[in-house]
C-alpha cells in the first residue's frame, strides 16, 4: 500500500514539477517569438494567447479563400455604424475630394495620401468573404492596393511590430501584427463590386482584413501609425475593441 | 448471483456492502473538467447566437439572405428583424472570450483524456462492448430492460452496459470531433489555412448551422445522462464520480 502511493507521490511531483517548468518555458518563447496578444492579460488572457499564438503558428502566410465571381452576395448587407458626424459629411459634401489617409509612426518617411493619390496606384482586387462576429456573412469583391505596398513607400522601419489605424469617427480604432499588415490581402480598399466602395459599407476608404472578423475591417480609414509597442495607445489593450469588451485577435 | 466475482464470501447475516475502485483518477479529473467547460460553452454560445438568431446554408448568409430557419426570440442587435420591439444588451464581448477560452480547457482535457485512454486501456476495458452485447439480441435484452424501467443488473455499480459504451463513444468519439471541427470552420484564419475543413462541410454557414445541431444532440446527451443518474442512484453515481469508488448493499442485489 505505501509503495503504491509514494510511487503515486513521485509521478505526481514530477508531472507537477514538468508541467510548471513547461509552462515558464512556453510563456517565455511565447513573448519572444510575439506571440501573446495585447489583450493577454487578465482573466480571459490564457485563452486569447493559446488562440492567438495557435494561428500565428498555423495560419502565418495562408491566404483567406478566394471565391468566384457568380459567388459574390446579392445583395450584400451594410451592418450599420454610428452617426457619421459634421467632418464626414462636410468631406462627403466634397466627393471626399479633401479625404486623407496619414501615415506616420515608425516609419523613414511620413506620408499623408488623398484619395485620388491613392486610387493612382495600380488597383488590386480580390473576392473573399467577410464575416462579422455576430455570425452573418457574405462574398463581396474589394477593390484597392495591398497595404504592404503604402507601408513600403514609407518606408517601414524594421522594428515597427504593429499597425495602428484609425476610422474618422474618433473612438474606432483598431491594430494588426505584422503578419497581418504585411498580408498580400490586408487591403486598402477605395472600391467594391466593380465600382466605388458606398458609405454604407466604409466608403470612401476602410482598411480589409480578411483573415480576421468584420470588426478588424475599419471603415472610413483616416491614419494609419506603425509603433513597436501598443501600451501607448488607449488603455493600452491594442486596439478599441478589447476597452469595449471584445478580443483584440479576431481571427477566429 | 453466486458465480459473481465481486460475491462476498462471508455469508453473515448482516448486508454487507461492497465498496471498490470505480472511476479511474484520469477519468474523475477530465469529468468534471469538461463538465465545467462543457456549461460554460453552452452558456456563451447561447448568449452569441442570440446576436443573431438565424441560421443559413452554404458560403453565406446575412439580413438581406432568406434563413434556413430563426428563431422566435428577440435579438442583441437591432439589424435583426425579430418582431420584437425591443433589442437584448450586447453580451457578445464576453461570450466570445469565455466560449474560446472554455473551448480550449474542453479540447485540452479532452485530447489528455484519449491518449491517457488509449495507453490505460481505458476505451478497451470500459467503453468497446462485448462482441455478444452487440447482438440483436444482446442489445434488445438491454433495451427491453430500459424500456420496462427495470432497475440495473448486479454489475452495474462497476460496469457500463452496452447501451452507455455504444452512447459514451458516440459522444466521444463523433459528437465532440464534430462540434470542434464545425466550430474551428467558423474562424476565417483557420478556414485560410484549411479552407477544405470549411469546404467538406458546405461552407461556412452551414459549418455554424451543424455547429448548433451538433449542440443539441449533446444537450439532449447531457439530459439524459443526468436522469439516468438521478434514476440509479444521484448521491451514490456522483460520489463514485467524485471518490472513484462505488458502493452497493448486497441485500438489495
Known sequence: ?252 | MADSAWAPVSTSAVPATIVRPRHSALVRVTHWTTTLAFLALLLSGIEILISHPRFYWGETGNILTRPLFQFPIPASRSTVPTGYGYVLPDQNGWSRYLHFQSGWVAVLTGLLYVLFGLFQGHFRRNLLPARADLSRKGLWTVIARHLRFRPAGPEEPWSYNVLQRLTYLLVIFVLFPLVIWTGLAMSPGIAAAFPAAVVILGGQQSARTMHFFITVLLVLFLLVHVVMVCLSGFRKRVRAMISGRSATDMEQT
Not at chain 1, 503558428?57 to 451594410?78: D, G
Not at chain 1, 493612382?120 to 504592404?148: D, M, N, R, V
Not at chain 1, 511590430?161 to 483598431?174: A, K, L, T
Open chain 1, 1 to 252: 500500500m505505501s509503495k503504491v502511493s509514494r510511487r503515486t507521490l513521485i509521478a505526481t511531483g514530477l508531472g507537477a514539477a514538468v508541467g510548471a517548468s513547461g509552462l515558464a518555458v512556453a510563456a517565455k518563447l511565447a513573448r519572444r517569438y510575439g506571440l501573446i496578444p495585447p489583450d493577454g492579460g487578465g482573466l480571459y488572457g490564457p485563452g486569447e494567447t493559446l488562440t492567438y499564438a495557435a494561428q500565428r503558428i498555423l495560419t502565418r502566410h495562408s491566404m483567406a479563400r478566394r471565391f468566384r465571381r457568380e459567388q459574390i452576395s446579392k445583395p450584400p448587407f451594410p451592418n450599420e455604424v454610428g452617426p457619421l458626424g459634421e467632418r464626414f459629411r462636410r468631406l462627403q459634401e466634397g466627393g471626399f475630394a479633401e479625404w486623407r489617409l496619414t501615415v506616420d509612426g515608425m516609419v523613414a518617411r511620413p506620408a499623408s495620401f488623398s484619395l485620388a493619390e491613392l486610387k493612382g496606384i495600380p488597383k488590386a482586387s480580390q473576392i473573399t468573404h467577410l464575416a462579422c462576429e455576430e455570425g452573418w456573412s457574405y462574398i463581396a469583391e474589394w477593390i484597392g492596393l495591398p497595404l504592404f505596398y503604402l507601408l513600403d513607400v514609407v518606408e517601414t522601419l524594421p522594428q515597427a511590430r504593429y499597425v495602428v489605424y484609425r476610422s474618422i469617427q474618433p473612438d474606432w480604432w483598431e491594430s494588426i501584427d505584422m503578419a497581418d499588415a504585411l498580408h498580400p490581402q490586408t487591403f486598402v480598399t477605395h472600391g467594391m463590386n466593380g465600382g466605388e466602395l458606398p458609405v454604407e459599407f466604409g466608403g470612401p476608404l476602410r482598411l480589409r482584413v480578411p483573415r480576421q472578423l468584420g470588426y478588424k475591417s475599419v471603415k472610413y480609414l483616416a491614419s494609419i501609425t506603425l509603433t513597436d509597442n501598443l501600451k501607448q495607445f488607449g488603455k493600452g489593450l491594442g486596439s478599441a475593441s478589447p476597452e469595449g469588451g471584445y478580443a483584440w485577435y479576431a481571427g477566429i
